[in-house]
Structures are given as structure tokens and as C-alpha cells.
Nanobody, 124 residues
Framework: QVQLVESGGGLVQPGGSLRLSCAAS????????MGWFRQAPGKEREFVAA????????NYASSVKGRFTISRDNAKNTVSLQMDNLEPKDTAIYFC?????????????????WGQGTQVTVSS
């Protein structure tokens, strides 16, 4: 089992920034590709960003590319999502997820473990 705990959500004004973190425990963190997803009320969960086990490869949804940056620290068992120039449409619950020995892009399918989520609200 892998336990994932997100933190860093909150209320921010349009144009502002937030940094989300996800702390992992239970298994060897560097064996897992990691992803961030989000889900707004009444909508399906959507892919935001993914990072490979080593951190050398990343991928982003077109809606966040150039504004969000995913990174990981395998020594600290954490994955982060730096979100800049936030827009109201970014409002959602953000989830991190772990996929064993895979770099999964664009879909929730293939991820083995999920966190409980952290709320991000972008509003003036």
C-alpha cells in the first residue's frame, strides 16, 4: 500500500500562485510514476500533470502548460505542483496519484493509489 497526503490548497485570487505538495509513504517512492488530477463540481476527474519515476520526464494538460510545474524529490518522498497565474477555471479538488513502475499520461486509468485531495479555489 502507498499512502498519499496532499497539502497546500486554499483560496487565491486570479493571477496568484499556490504550491501543492503530496507526501507518500508505505512503499519505495521512486518506483512510482506520479500524477496530479483535479475534479470540479459536476465534472469528471481530469489529468493535470505527470512525472516519471526519475523525474526526467514530465507531461501537462494543455490547459495548464506553461502555468503549472510538476516536480518530485525522491529523497523526501514528495511530489509537488507549482501553480502560477491561476484562473477561476482552475478551481477544483486536486488529487495526487501513484502508478507503480509506469509513467501514465492523460488518464486516471493505470494509477494504483490516490490521495484524498486538497481544495483549490481561485476567486476574487
Amino acid at each position: 500500500q502507498v499512502q498519499l497526503v496532499e497539502s497546500g490548497g486554499g483560496l487565491v485570487q486570479p493571477g496568484g500562485s499556490l504550491r501543492l505538495s503530496c507526501a507518500a509513504s508505505g512503499r519505495t517512492f521512486s518506483d512510482y510514476g506520479m500524477g496530479w488530477f483535479r475534479q470540479a463540481p459536476g465534472k469528471e476527474r481530469e489529468f493535470v500533470a505527470a512525472i516519471s519515476t526519475s523525474g526526467r520526464s514530465t507531461n501537462y494538460a494543455s490547459s495548464v502548460k506553461g502555468r503549472f510545474t510538476i516536480s518530485r524529490d525522491n529523497a523526501k518522498n514528495t511530489v509537488s505542483l507549482q501553480m502560477d497565474n491561476l484562473e477561476p477555471k482552475d478551481t477544483a479538488i486536486y488529487f495526487c496519484a501513484a502508478a507503480y513502475a509506469r509513467f501514465v499520461v492523460g488518464t486516471p486509468t493505470g494509477y494504483d493509489y490516490w490521495g484524498q485531495g486538497t481544495q483549490v479555489t481561485v476567486s476574487s
